[in-house]
């Protein structure tokens, strides 16, 4: 049906079958060449026409790209997470380090001396007891202190009627368990170890170097005549002894040690590599 319009336009209706949302037959009313007066003569005026695609699909599509957001996010808050307590550990192990340093040089001369002066009475009473006393005597006399000073403050806090504070709870707070971190670190640091010194043995024994299986003799030869003079007990005290004086002593004149190591290094060095030279099968060292 054709309808003529105040503006010269021709309108045309008609009933066009279209698919709705769910399949069934609806009425499309459009224009085909020009306008009615005060309507939109582009044709597209439609009733119950489906949405295009590309329209629906835009929200979906911004919805993913704010999960991968989301997620990505997420992610790098984990890793951020996950490595502060490396680094925490980290520091941790440095400040251990430095507390052992800070002790062989005496710089807390009460906490030095005490622990030298435990191990050096422990080392002297097993050379004059069994282990199992030295061991008995001096649990015995940890209890006996611990147990004297708990019952004291127990008549302190019955005496006075003040609130009792138990004398070790600082220590029985004390967290004494070792992280995954932690015991991954030290049974790297003892394997490696473990690994490297056994394949040092290896190679001096079975004379990969006949300049460094010959010292290697010579060390133990030495050591037999050490164990003829000492037993393991009086070296053991010998090297406690050391390591707790010996790095003071080098702090104090570490210029003049340092001179003459040099010169006995540089000696040596020269001896080493004159035997080297004249010995067969032995080689040179790549520095």
């Known amino acids: 049906m054709t309808v003529a319009g105040d503006g010269g336009g021709i309108a045309t209706l008609g009933r066009v079958p279209a698919v709705g949302w769910a399949g069934t037959s609806v009425t499309t009313l459009g224009a085909a060449s020009g306008a009615l007066p005060g309507g939109a003569g582009d044709g597209s005026n439609t009733i119950g026409q489906r949405p295009p695609l590309a329209h629906a ?3 979906r599509l911004h919805q993913s790209q704010q999960a991968t957001e989301v997620q990505s996010h997420a992610e790098s808050r984990r890793h951020r997470a996950l490595d502060q307590p490396d680094h925490r550990r980290t520091e941790v192990f ?11 040089y005496w710089e807390d001369v009460k906490k030095t001396g005490t622990l030298f002066g435990a191990i050096i009475l422990t080392l002297f009473s097993l050379t004059q007891f069994s282990s199992i ?4 005597y001096l649990a015995l006399s940890a209890l006996s202190l611990t147990i004297s000073l708990r019952l004291y403050t127990s ?12 004398p070790f709870q600082s220590y029985l707070d004390l967290d004494i368990c070792f992280s995954q971190e932690q015991l991954r670190k030290y049974s790297e640091a003892t394997v490696l170890y473990l690994t490297s010194s056994v394949d040092h043995l290896r190679r001096l024994i079975l004379v990969e170097d006949l300049l460094d299986s010959l010292k290697f003799g010579v060390l133990l030869w030495l050591l037999t005549y050490i164990g003829a003079l000492f037993n393991g007990l009086t070296v053991t005290i010998l090297v406690v002894v050391g390591v707790f ?3 003071l002593i080098y702090r104090k004149h570490k210029a003049q040690i ?30």
């Open 94 to 104: 440095e400040a251990d380090d430095q507390s052992v340093i800070d002790l062989l």
């Open 57 to 59: 699909a835009l929200p």
């Open 133 to 136: 006393s030295v061991l008995a």
């Open 155 to 166: 008549v302190l806090h019955l005496l006075y009627k003040t609130q009792e504070v138990h």
């Open 245 to 247: 004086i010996v790095p």
């Open 258 to 287: 340092n001179q003459y190591l040099g010169l006995l290094r540089g000696q040596i060095k020269d001896l080493t590599a004159k035997i080297q030279a004249k010995l067969p099968g032995s080689r040179p060292k790549v520095e």
